[in-house]
C-alpha cells in the first residue's frame, strides 16, 4: 500500500511563539510523544471525516525574523509553554521546517506594482514548497502580529492581505487566524470569490471570548440582564506589544464586543484593555467583570479570571484549522467554509454561541466525512 | 367576557426567603411594578404556551414560623433583596397570601400511622385552598431549607417526602427545588407512579452549578482536560446553617458533582465547600478554581466568582416551574416532565449541559403549545 | 458650664455624593443613630487629642448643582450607600446644611482680575458662614469631581485652585481631598507660605492605593521582586466619568504609581485603566494583578478585588481630616500638618507605606493633645 | 587568612519539596547561578550582623525517604519549583547533602524508653555530622510534613517531639518551621528551659497568613468593621495530602485564626478550608473572602487570590531562620529568640502585624551586630 498523500502547512509567522508551538506540537503528537490535549479534530465526532493525518503533515512558511526554529522552541521550553525535553528530542523535525521558511519582504510595498511583485513572490514560495515535497495540497495560515487597523481602500495592502493575495494565486486554501485584514479588503474581494478555494478566519477565540462565547448565552436563556460587560487583558511576549498598540486593540475588540451584542441582543456598558506586560511572556490573563440584574432588579456580579498561554491555546486550534480546510479542498468547497465559527472571535456567519457553533462544527465534520460512511 | 381561570402555588416553606421573595415578586409584576427579569416563561418563546398569566397566581402554603409575610418582606427590603417600597405598596396581596399558609407540624412523625395522619392533614389543607379560592389547579412546590440525607428507607420519611406524599394525594403537580428527600423516597415510587400528576426536580440550579453547566461543555468540546475543579460557597440566610451541615452539604454536593462528572466524562479532582456565612445574609458568593491542561501538557487556571443574591437567584424559577407544572397538568402530562433540567442541579434525565437543557425546555415549551397555534 | 464652640465644615462639590454622605453620617452619629466605623478619630488614640466633637460641626459649602440636600441623600439611600429612613429622620440637619451652600461660579474665571473677584466671593462666603453661625473657626474641604490636569502655570487658575486661594484668603484651614491642582499651583504658593493656616493633601486614599500602602510594603520586606502591578477599576457615580477622561485619570494614576516607586523602590511593569461604568453607581471595583519573583526565580501571582462604595469610604475620612485640621489651627500649627499621609495619595512628606504613617498619624494625635492630659 | 567557620543546617524532613528546595538554593546561591530573591537576610538591614556567609553551609537531615537529593530536585525542576538545569549544575553540592542524610526511624516509639533511645540516636546522629565537617554549630530545622495534633501529654511523644528533644540534647538551636508539636511539648518544656540553645518556631508563614498579618491590621488602623473573613487554600504535593487531614488542618488553622483575632482584636466569622489537589502539586492558590462594614454600615468586600510555590516560598525562610539562629547561638542567646515573628503564622511573643514584627526583625538584626560595628 502507498504512503498517503501529505498535506501543507504554510504558516504566515513561521517563527512566531504560535507557529513554533504548532510545528513543536505536531512533531510531538506524530512521534506519539505527548497526548492531542486541545485539539478538536482527534476527538471522537472527528475520526470518520478523513482528515489528514497528524504525521502527514509538513510545515514552512515566511517570517521575517531569523533566529532558527529548533533555538525558538529552547526558548518557549525555559518559559514553560512547550515541556523540557522536546525541543532537543524534535530537533531533526524543527530543523526542517525551519528549511523550509522563506523570508518576507522587509518593507511593505509602497505602489501597486510592486504589490503585484511581492504577491508573486510569496506565491512562488508556496508553490515551490508544495512541489518541492510533493504535496497533495498546502494550506496557508496567518499567525504572525496583529497589525493596526488599515486607513482606506486606497492605501497599499497592508501585508496580511498580501499573503492572503498570494494564498489566493498559489490556489491554497487560507485561515486568517489574526484580527488582521486577510481577505477582508475590498481590493481582494473579487479574488476571493473567484479563486476556488475555501477560506476561513478571524481572529482565533482562545480565552476571553471563548469565555464570553458560553457565559453570555447563559445570561440571556436565564433572563438575566446584563448592565455592564468589562475586561483586562494582561500579556507579554510579541502579541501583547502588538495589541497594545491603540489601532490593533480597536482591531481585536471589535471581535470581542461583536460576541456580547450577538448573544445579549445589545451591547452593554464595559470596555476592554489590553496591556502588555513583559514580565508575563506568553502567559496571558484575562479579568472579566459582568454586573447584572436579576429578579426585582436586584444587583449581581460574576467574575472570571483566565490564565492561560497564548501560545498553547492557539495551536491546537491552528491544526484543526489546517486539517479541516486540507479536508474541504479536497471536497472541493469553496469560499468561506461554514461551521468554523466556533475557533473565530469574528467569524463570516453562522451562531455567536459556543455550544451552536460547535453543532455547526459537528455538521461540517458530517459534511466532511466519506459518502461511504467511514465513522457514520 | 369570562375571567381566566386562577392557578394555586402552594409553598412549603411558605415564610422562608425564597417563598416570600416569589410571593413579593409575582405580586410587583402583576402590578407591573418591576419587570419580569429572571422568567424565562416571559421570554418569547414561552409566549404561545398558555401558562397561566401572572396576575392569575394565587399563594399559600406550609410553614412553621409564624411571622407574617409582609414583616418578612420589610426584612428582605432592608437586606436588599427586594426593592424598599415593594412590601408597604404590596401589603395587601402579601397579607392575603399570609392568610392561607397553614402551620407545619411541630415535630416530625414517628410512626407509620403517624405519617399517614399527617399527610393527610396537609392534603386536606391543599385541597381546602384549591375549593376556597375556586382555583383550576394548585402547584405544589418545596422551597424549605434543605433537610439532612435521610438514613435508610425504614427510617420514618423526612418532612420534605411528607409534603410530596401530600401533594400526590391532593392530586396536584409537584416540585422540588430543594436537594431534600422529596419524591425520591422509594415509599413514594409507587404513588408517584400512579398519582397521574405531572412533577420535577430536584435541587434549583442557581449559581456555582449554573456556571459550571456552560464551563464544563466548553472544556469538553475544546479537548482541554480538567484536572481539578475546587469551589467554595459563603452563605448566610438559612439556607447557608442549613447546608453547613455536613449531611445537607453532601445532598447539595451530589448534585454539584453530578454536573462535572456528566459533562467531563469523569470527576475531576477537587472539593465543594459550604460555609455559613451569616454576616453575608441572602447573598451567596461563589468561589471556583478550575485547573486544566492544554497542549501539550501547558498548564491553565479559570477562576470565576459568582455573587448573587440566592432568594433573587430561586424566586423567578419558581414561578417558571409553577407555571410550566400547572399547564403540564392541564395538558395531562403525568410523571416526571421531561425538558426541565434547565433548572435543576439533579434533574431526573435529560442533557447535562446548560445549552442542551435549553433546547429541552423549548422543546417542552413546543409540546405545551395548543395545536391550533395561539400565540396570542 | 458653657456650649463648646462649633466648628464649620465648607466642604467643595457640596450637594456631591462624598459631601452628602458626610453631612449625613456626621449627623447620624451625632444622634447616635450609627455607630463611628471607618472614623479613626473615634478610636482611642485620638481620645485624648482635643478634638471638635462630631455634634459641634456645622455643615455649608458651594456647588454648581442645585438639587437640595435631603433629596441627595434620598437618592443615596436608593443607591444603597446610606441607610434607608436616614434621610429622613435627618431631614432637618440636611436642610439646615443645604440653606448654608452658596452657588459656585457657572463659569471659570477668564482672566486674572476675573480671578481675584471671584477669589473675594468666595472667601466673603466662607467668612460670613462663619460669622452667621457664630463658629470658632471652618475648615475647607474639596471634595468636588476631579479636574483635568492643568496645562501651565500661565493658564487661569483651576476652579480648584480658586477654592483654595479663598480658603487661604478667609484664614481657614484647607484639605484637598482630590487630585485636582488646589494649593499646589506655582501661583499661590507664596500664599500658602503667608497665610498661617494649616492644610493638607492630596487625594484622599479609599480603596485601591490603600491596599497597594500595606501590599508593597510586604514584598519589600520579604525581599519579594515585583516585576509587574497592573489594575483596573471600574465604577460609575460621576467620579467614574470625570476619571474617565484620560487627563483626570493620569492626575489620579500619578498618585498609585507613586506608592509603588516609594515602597518598591522602582515602578515594576504594568498599569492601571479607570472605567466610567454608570451601571455602578457609586460602588467601585478594583482589581489589582501582581506579578513577582521568589526564591531562584519563581513566578507567583497576587490578585486582589476591592468592592467598595466610593463615598462611604471617603467620608469618615473627610470627618477625621476636618477634625484634625481645625484641632491644628486651635494649637496655631501652620503650612502642611506632618503626619497625614495616611490619609493620601500623593501626601506631602512622610512614609509611603500605611503602617509608618498611622504611626506617624499617632505621633500627631500626641501633639495635638493638650500639655496638661486632656481626656486622659 | 583562615577560611571562615562553617555552619550546619540539619534538616528533619531532608528529602521533601521545602528541604531540597533549600538546599538547592543556597547552593545555587552560593555558586552565583542566581540572585537572592527572597532572602531577607540579603537585604542591606542584615548587612553587619555577622550571619553565617551562604557559602559556609553545610547540609545534612533526617528523613524516612530515600530518593536521593539530585533525583527530587530534578523532579522539582520538572515542576517548575527550581530552574531547569540547576539540578545537573549543582550534582555535587546535592550528592553531598545527600550523604549526609540519616534514616528517621520507621516508626514512632511505643514507650518511654523507646522514645529516650531514639532520642539518644537522633541526637548521635546530629553530632557526628557537626563533628565530621568540622563545623562551629549545627541548627536544626523542622521542615518534615506537618502531624495531626497530639492527644494527651500522656501519649508517646510524636515524631517532631522526639527530633526536637534530639536537637537540646545535641546542644543545637532549633527551629520547627512547621506546626507540628516540637518543642511544644509539656515534656519538653523544662529541657527547653535548661537547655542553653537558642530556638524559634512555628509554622512558617508563606501565603494566605502573610497576607491577613498585613491586611488585618489595614483594617483595624482604618477602624473598618471586618464581619467575615473566610478562606479557602488548594494545594497539592506531600503537604497538600498531609493538611487535608483534619487534624491536621486543626493545628495549621489556629495559627491562621491567631493572626485575625491579635490583629482585629476579636475573631470574625468565617473558615479556612485546606483541599489536598494532587494536580497543582506544590503550587498553592489561597482565595480569602473578606466581608467588612464601612461608614454607616455600608457592606463591602475584599478578596484576595494567592498563587505561589509553597517551596520556593519557605526555602529563603529556612536560610534566613537557619543564619540567625547560628549567630543567636554564637551571640549565647538562649531560649526563645525575640524578634522572629516576621518568620511564623503561631510565634511564641511579639506583635501580630508584619510591620511591627518587621521593625523587632530589624531590632534583633541590631542585638547581633557586633559591638565594633563590624559589617566587614
Known sequence: ?????????????????????????????????????????????????????????????????????????????????????????????????????????????????????????????????????????????????????????EEPLPPSSLYAAAALRAGCPYVNFTPSTGLHHPRLAEAARTAGVPYAGRDGKTGQTLLRSVLAPMFAQRALAVRAWSGSNLLGGGDGAALAEPAAAAAKNAGKERVLADNLGALPEGEVHIDDVPALGDWKTAWDHIAFDGFLGSRMILQTIWQGC?????????????????????????????????????????????????????????????ASGGAA
Open 310 to 370: 497564548d501560545s498553547a491555546l492557539a495551536a491546537p486550534l491552528v491544526l484543526d484549522l489546517a486539517r479541516l480546510l486540507a479536508r474541504a479542498d479536497e471536497q472541493r468547497l469553496t469560499g468561506p467554509v461554514e461551521g468554523l465559527g466556533f475557533y473565530f472571535k469574528d467569524p463570516d456567519s453562522g451562531p455567536a454561541d459556543l455550544h451552536g457553533q460547535w453543532r455547526a462544527l459537528l455538521d461540517l465534520a458530517g459534511r466532511l466525512t466519506p
Open 1 to 153: 500500500m502507498s504512503t498517503p498523500p501529505r498535506t501543507g502547512l504554510w504558516l504566515i509567522g513561521a517563527r512566531g511563539s504560535v507557529a513554533t508551538t504548532t510545528i513543536t506540537g505536531a512533531a510531538a503528537l506524530a512521534a506519539k510523544l505527548a497526548p492531542p490535549t486541545g485539539l478538536v479534530t482527534e476527538t471522537p465526532p472527528f475520526a470518520g471525516a478523513s482528515l489528514p493525518p497528524l504525521d502527514s503533515l509538513v510545515f514552512g512558511g515566511h517570517d521575517t525574523a531569523s533566529c532558527p526554529l529548533p533555538k525558538r522552541a529552547e526558548a518557549l521550553a525555559e518559559a514553560g509553554v512547550v515541556p523540557h525535553g522536546l525541543p532537543s528530542a524534535l530537533h531533526a523535525e524543527l530543523a526542517a521546517a525551519d528549511a523550509a521558511i522563506r523570508p518576507s519582504a522587509p518593507a511593505p510595498a509602497s505602489d501597486r506594482r510592486d504589490e503585484d511583485a511581492l504577491i508573486d513572490t510569496y506565491a512562488h514560495d508556496i508553490t515551490d514548497f508544495t512541489r518541492t515535497h510533493g504535496l497533495a495540497r498546502t494550506v496557508v495560515v496567518n499567525v504572525a502580529s496583529t497589525e493596526p487597523h488599515p486607513g482606506t481602500p
